[in-house]
């Protein structure tokens, strides 16, 4: 796909989820300069399944920006599990007012995500190699305004690892696919262990026709600091979820 259907495919995929409004000229090229370096380096060691261009733009670039409405403007943003950078990067790239932390305990993938944020010029976007339930313990507990994760975990896994690192009264928002309802059932005590309560349910389609993907999009405020218990070591975690 060159340059101008790429920015043909993105217009429209952007279009069609309300997001035209973050599009600019720049923003379409700092896209593509991502598209391309992502499956250059996808070449070599693998860091998403997704290389299709049209599915990138929509899977990756389009989906990630779906909680952008929801972020507060100047608010100090970390993206758990971010993986490849999505979504830290396109939102680091399209609210330039946010501050974004992309964390991932794989060094290839944080390695990729700064070289991205370095190339893009993403002064709002910093990197950290580290684990979700070693930062829960850090200097990132009780930090955040807002906490993000995408694909990485079951929703009563997820708020363990991701809720002791959002400061009192800033927001969780996971981003789930088509059985967000009934993961939601399933966290119903880990938000409740955790100091965490669903104001909103963002629900949407991607993708149109028969292709189409349902997402839910969960906005979770937390009300108070986190019991000191959590977050407990992975394995428990993993073995024995709230």
């Known amino acids: 796909m060159d340059r101008q259907d790429f920015f043909r495919e993105t217009e429209a995929a952007f279009s069609t989820l309300g997001l035209s409004a973050l599009l600019t000229e720049e923003r379409k090229e700092g896209f593509f300069h991502l598209f391309l370096r992502l499956c250059e380096e ?67 993938k944080t390695g990729f995500v700064r070289m991205m944020a370095e190339e893009l010029s993403l002064s709002n976007l910093h990197v950290h190699t580290l684990r979700a339930e070693e930062a829960g313990h850090g200097e990132f507990r009780d930090r955040f305004d807002v906490v993000t994760a995408r694909a990485v975990a079951a929703l009563p896994i997820l708020t363990e690892l991701c809720a002791p690192l959002v400061r009192p009264g800033g927001l969780f928002l996971p981003m789930k696919g088509r059985n967000g309802a009934e993961e939601l059932q399933a966290a119903r005590h880990a938000l409740q262990e955790l100091k965490c309560k669903v104001e909103f349910t963002d629900e949407y389609p991607i993708g149109t026709g028969d292709a189409a993907q349902a997402r839910t999009l969960f906005l979770i405020r937390k009300t108070a600091a986190t019991p000191d218990a959590y977050p407990r070591p992975y394995a428990r975690i993993k073995s024995r979820p709230l």
């Open 42 to 108: 996808n070449a070599k060691y693998n860091l998403t399944a997704v290389t299709d261009p049209r599915e990138v733009i929509l899977l990756h670039f389009a989906d990630s920006l779906m909680a952008a409405r929801h972020l507060p403007a100047g608010a100090e943003l970390l993206d758990v599990g971010c993986g490849a950078g999505f979504p830290a990067l396109p939102l680091a790239l399209c609210r330039p007012d946010l501050s974004v932390t992309a964390m991932d305990a794989t060094a290839k």
